[in-house]
């Protein structure tokens, strides 16, 4: 069984940035692709990013394509999602979560605790 926990939300600026960390223990975190999904206020969960497990493939959700990236230092067992220009609508609390093959969506076997961002205008 992976644990997940997320760590690096906060109240930014709308414009500025933030780096969430997923950091993974108890399992082959290795082998698991890894999603951050987020869930704004009132609103389903939505796919945001995915990574492989060798971090050779990542996907993207139109909505943050151009301004957040996802990365993995296995080495770390830890994920990132580096947020720039961000926008009030990128508000929401965000999840990684992990699974053994590459899901873009919501169906994901393992979940963090999420994290708050809040984008201010």
């Known amino acids: 069984q992976v644990q997940l926990v997320e760590s690096g939300g906060g109240l930014v600026q709308a414009g500025g940035s933030l780096r969430l960390s997923c950091a993974a223990s108890g399992g082959s975190f290795s082998s698991h692709a890894i999603t951050w999904i987020r869930q704004p206020p009132g609103k389903e969960r939505e796919f945001v990013a995915a990574?492989?497990?060798?971090?050779?493939?990542?996907y993207y959700a139109d909505s943050v394509k151009g301004r957040f990236t996802i990365s993995r230092d296995n080495a770390k067992n830890t994920v990132y999602l580096q947020m720039n220009s961000l926008r009030p609508e990128d508000t929401a609390v965000y999840y990684c979560?992990?699974?053994?093959?590459?899901?873009?969506?919501?169906?994901?076997?393992?979940w963090g605790q999420g994290t708050q961002v809040t984008v201010s205008s």
């Open positions: 990574i492989s497990w060798l971090g050779a493939n990542t």
């Open positions: 979560a992990a699974s053994k093959r590459i899901v873009i969506g919501t169906a994901q076997d393992y």
